[in-house]
């Protein structure tokens, strides 16, 4: 029962990071392909502003699921950094890129600095999500075993279902950005991008629709197991991951934008969960389970405990640091009698 409660609060975190972390990643996607300096400037300031304030806050999420996972389930931690070390570093290198150019970026003055930053924050946008989703890739289809460095280096993260998880990590933290950047831009009251990210967001959603299908008859033929898992057990979160898709990509062309958010996070979420479901209870397929890489029931005890009093202080100010940067910021200033 602890191991179980652990585990799905490490996941509630992982989902936090697909939906927050992925739509940042994905805020750099766009920004690589908003267009030339003077072009894409509307598009790349709307991004700035969006993701300026939060953008560090994202990542505390990929920090919480990697203590999680170290401290209560030490075997399937030591399997998956030793064997997938070189995505794994490729990623940390790629946040810690990304997140040095965007802020030398709006600290530069020069514009071939702030081309040259801004290129390695797109990039690294790009790049990032895709070796995080081909470590996903590597662990759902069975390629990486218990014990220290036991699966190959290479061959654990370059193979089909890697690969498809790379690409659908990129095109699902594209799409999200896309449908939060059009509430963003149309709550501040700027029509343009807003129009523009609407196209994108559908676009986005209409391209990960597609390789998703395609991807089933890579996960037939490479992970069979997941497959089955997901064609059975979990095949409710598929079709409710499937019904919000389709959702998410009829609400942003009607302009209702906040309902679209509400229809791309379930979206997301659902197949999120429905990758556990159809791997549980192993969390090394054909390694090990949930209960044989638990840690003492005292060490959970004690995590899960100090999980309840973070989240008391944790919960309220991530929710203020939200809250506060969604409000319009496009009021009016009072002229000198005092009216707006």
Not at 262 to 268: D, K, R
Not at 294 to 302: E, I
Request: proline residues 5%; charged residues 10%; glycine residues 10%.
């Amino acid at each position: 029962m602890l191991a179980d409660t652990a585990l799905a609060v490490m996941w509630v975190g992982l989902t936090c990071y697909a939906l927050f972390g992925g739509a940042d990643f994905g805020a750099g996607v766009w920004d690589l392909l908003a267009g030339g300096a003077r072009r894409g400037d509307a598009q790349r300031r709307l991004i700035e502003h969006s993701i300026g304030p939060v953008w560090e806050a994202n990542h505390v999420w990929l920090i919480f699921v990697i203590v999680l996972l170290w401290s209560c389930f030490s075997p399937v931690f030591a399997a998956v950094m030793s064997t997938l070390y070189l995505p794994l570093t490729l990623a940390a290198l790629g946040i810690i890129a990304r997140g040095a150019a965007f802020a030398f970026r709006k600290a530069s003055t020069e514009p071939w600095q702030r081309r040259l930053f801004g290129a390695c924050f797109a990039i690294s946008s790009l790049l990032t999500p895709f070796f995080l989703g081909t470590v996903a890739g590597a662990v759902a289809s069975g390629r990486v075993p218990a014990g220290l460095a036991q699966g190959d280096v290479v061959t654990s993260w370059l193979n089909p279902t890697s690969a498809l998880g790379g690409v659908l990590a990129v095109l699902i933290c594209a799409h999200l950005a896309a449908v939060y950047l059009c509430a963003d831009a149309d709550r501040e009251g700027d029509p343009e991008p807003a129009r523009a990210f609407a196209r994108r967001a559908v676009a986005g959603g209409l391209v990960s629709g597609a390789v998703a299908l395609a991807g089933i008859a890579v996960l037939h033929a490479d992970a069979p197991r997941l497959f089955h898992g997901l064609t059975h057990r979990a095949l409710p979160l598929v079709v409710l991951s499937a019904v919000s898709g389709v959702l998410g990509l009829a609400l942003p062309a009607r302009r209702r934008h906040v309902a679209a958010r509400g229809a791309a996070a379930p979206a997301v979420a659902a197949i999120l969960w429905a990758w556990g479901a159809a791997q549980y209870p192993a969390m090394l397929v054909d390694s090990v389970t949930v209960g044989q890489a638990a840690s003492r029931p005292a060490v959970l005890s004690a995590c899960l405990i100090a999980l309840a009093c973070g989240a008391v202080l944790l919960i309220p100010a991530l929710w203020l640091l939200y809250g506060t940067f969604q409000r319009s910021h496009t009021a009016k200033a009072p002229d000198s009698r005092g009216h707006t």
